[in-house]
């Protein structure tokens, strides 16, 4: 089956170093990846998408790799700031063919100390 | 806009009982979907809707239905509710055209069945 794996365990960093989340998929080549940030209690928030064919996308201190050979994507929030702690959602999207399918990865908290 | 908004946002029901989620978007999106958030599990797709009067199945609707009489509402039945239903809902929106751009999450709901 189609998966998309993120790192459960939480990923702690100290305030103004750069954070990496990794998301792995397996089993098909996904057209699109996108990542979305999620609060407590909250709805997940839209933050970036990558095309398969893009090899980076910046969106200012966010920053989404795409590597089509690993089968991952990268996200990096540089200059990271306690407010920055939250989970984050990797997602694939179908690409052609619009059925209304998102697949989520289980997300990675990440808790940035001042 | 008001975006996605579900309600209610907190419900308890006990076994056997049935209850509606409700989802309305105000931003005439085509696609509309509903998931449900386990700890430790990414969203899970329920069912799904890519235009008024057109539903289908997601990758966990055992107990649910769904329907899609207007483009801004889009319903969610749970027909007789068990524990294993206690879970985060979440409604999301997607504007037409194409799949692969931002979707747009309600605040959620959280169901517990006793």
Redesign the interface.
């Known amino acids: 089956s189609q998966k998309i794996e993120q790192n459960s365990e939480a990923l702690n960093i100290q305030e103004g170093k750069t954070a990496t989340l990794t998301c792995n998929y397996t089993n098909y080549s996904p057209a699109y990846l996108q990542w979305y940030r999620q609060d407590p209690g909250r709805g997940p928030v839209f933050l970036l998408l990558i095309r398969e064919n893009e090899k980076e996308k910046r969106k200012e201190r966010l920053k989404v790799t795409f590597d089509t050979t690993l089968k991952q994507s990268l996200f990096h929030i540089t200059a990271s700031q306690p407010a920055d702690s939250a989970t984050y959602l990797c997602v694939r999207t179908p690409g052609s063919g619009n059925t209304g399918k998102l697949i989520f990865g289980q997300g990675t908290t990440l808790q940035v100390k001042p | 806009n008001a975006g ?1 908004t579900q309600t209610p946002k907190f419900q308890v029901l006990k076994t056997g009982q049935s209850m509606t989620l409700q989802c309305a978007q105000d931003m005439n999106h085509e ?3 509903w ?1 449900r958030q386990d700890p ?6 329920i069912h ?3 235009g008024a009067g057109i539903t ?1 199945q ?1 990758e966990v609707p055992n107990g649910y239905n769904v329907s899609r009489s207007t483009t801004e509402d889009f319903p969610l039945r749970l027909l007789s509710a068990a524990p294993s239903q206690t879970s985060v809902y ?1 409604c ?1 929106s ?1 504007p037409g ?12 709901t959280r169901l517990t069945v006793v």
Not at chain 2, 40 to 45: A, S
Request: hydrophobic share 40%; aromatic share 20%; charged share 10%.
């Open positions: 996605v696609y509309m979907s998931y430790g599990m990414g969203l899970r797709l799904y809707s890519v289908d997601g979440f999301a997607i055209g194409s799949m692969n751009t931002e979707a747009f999450f309600g605040q959620g």
